[in-house]
Nanobody, 129 residues
Framework: EVHLVESGGGTVQTGGSLRLSCAAS????????IGWFRQAPGKEREWVSC????????EYEESVKGRFTISRDNAKSTVYLQMNSLQPEDTAVYYC??????????????????????WGRGTQVTVSS
């Protein structure tokens, strides 16, 4: 059974940093892409970033480029999201997700969530002004 567990959320001031982790189990981690999404109160869940399997190529939503960095440690079956220069508009519940097994492709953009089949429960990130 596929499990994804996010951790590392919390409350920080504007300009602060957090590192989120997504611990995975139940599938061949190294063969799958992993994505990060977020959902703010009253808004739809939006794609933030993804990292492919194999070559580890990454993609980012425009508003987080240059501030967020996604990485993966296949030996630990864990993906990280380093978030710097956090702003109040980054406040949301952050989720990691993965497609069906052996799908290493990165799905990005407004409809990305349609391509991810397994989701964690999320971790809250709050940025105070």
């Amino acid at each position: 059974e596929v499990h994804l567990v996010e951790s590392g959320g919390g409350t920080v001031q504007t300009g602060g940093s957090l590192r989120l982790s997504c611990a995975a189990s139940g599938f061949s981690f190294g063969d799958n892409a992993i994505g990060w999404f977020r959902q703010a109160p009253g808004k739809e869940r939006e794609w933030v970033s993804c990292i492919r399997s194999g070559d580890g190529i990454t993609e980012y939503e425009e508003s987080v480029k240059g501030r967020f960095t996604i990485s993966r440690d296949n030996a630990k079956s864990t993906v990280y999201l380093q978030m710097n220069s956090l702003q109040p508009e980054d406040t949301a519940v952050y989720y990691c997700a993965t497609p069906k097994p052996y799908n290493g492709g990165c799905y990005s953009g407004p409809k990305a969530r349609l391509y991810y089949d397994y989701w964690g429960r999320g971790t809250q990130v709050t940025v105070s002004s």
